[in-house]
Nanobody, 125 residues
Framework: QVQLVESGGGLVQAGGSLRLSCAAS????????MGWFRQAPGKEREFVATITWRLEATSYTDSVKGRFTISRDNARNTVSLQMDTLKPEDTAIYYC??????????????????WGQGTQVTVSS
């Protein structure tokens, strides 16, 4: 069993930055595809970013390209999401997810095996 715990959320003004972290326990993430998703009030959970373990390839949803950066630290068993130039529309609960069944880019929720509880990000205008 894998436990994922997100941290780093908070309230920030538009144009500001936040760095989210996801710490894992119970299993090494060194061979897991990791992803970040978000869910705004009244909306479905949507893909934000993902990083593979084999080549550390990354993929982002179009709305965050050039502003968000996903990275991983296998030695610390963590994955991070650096969020810059934040916009009010980035406001959501952000979830970390881990996938162990595949090694490529995974953009859909169904591809992930484990989820964290989420951390709130609020961007004020």
């Amino acid at each position: 069993q894998v436990q994922l715990v997100e941290s780093g959320g908070g309230l920030v003004q538009a144009g500001g930055s936040l760095r989210l972290s996801c710490a894992a326990s119970g299993r090494t993430l060194s061979r897991a595809v990791m992803g970040w998703f978000r869910q705004a009030p009244g909306k479905e959970r949507e893909f934000v970013a993902t990083i593979t373990w084999r080549l550390e390839a990354t993929s982002y949803t179009d709305s965050v390209k050039g502003r968000f950066t996903i990275s991983r630290d296998n030695a610390r068993n963590t994955v991070s999401l650096q969020m810059d130039t934040l916009k009010p529309e980035d406001t959501a609960i952000y979830y970390c997810a881990a996938a162990f069944r595949d090694s490529g880019i995974i953009r859909h929720r169904s591809g992930y095996d484990y989820w964290g509880q989420g951390t709130q990000v609020t961007v004020s205008s």
